[in-house]
């Protein structure tokens, strides 16, 4: 039970940070991500901020075996960067710039009734289930 409410907590502070930093809205990204236009570059902040506060956290995260409810921690080991990760992050990046969200912001726009968010998150699912179904197939 303590795992489930931490998780909820944890989640609804994300949301909220989300949406107090404006990630949550696709104009805002966007604005961000047109470097030869009309740049926003307001979210640089907040991505420095959120780096500052993780920063410390993942290294403290390292240097534990368990987390503080008890969980086994299960942090990425793999160091290598290959074909795989670069088409991925490249599939990520241009998902972003072309609808201006990404799997949170989306989800949390999904719980504030953006008909938009409706869309890319039923694309983010398909393609995690095509996802899927490759893997099987390796």
Partial sequence: MKTILSAL?????FGLGLI???????AKVLGFLDLAGAWDPSLALVMAGAIA????????????ERALLGEVM??????????RLVLGSLAFGIGWGLAGFCPGP??????????????F???????????????RRR
Avoid at 9 to 13: D, E, P, Q, Y
Avoid at 74 to 83: E, G, K, M, N
Avoid at 121 to 135: D, H, I, K, R, T
């Fill in 74 to 83: 299960q942090l990425p080991a793999a160091r290598r960067i290959d074909r």
């Fill in 53 to 64: 506060v993780a920063l410390p956290a993942f290294a403290w995260a390292g240097r534990r």
């Fill in 9 to 13: 907590l944890a989640g609804l502070l």
């Fill in 106 to 119: 989306a989800l949390v726009a999904l719980g504030l009734g953006e008909g938009k968010a409706l869309v």
């Fill in 20 to 26: 107090l930093s404006g990630m949550a809205d696709p």
């Fill in 121 to 135: 998150v039923a694309a983010m699912l398909a393609g995690m289930g095509l996802f899927e179904l490759l893997e």
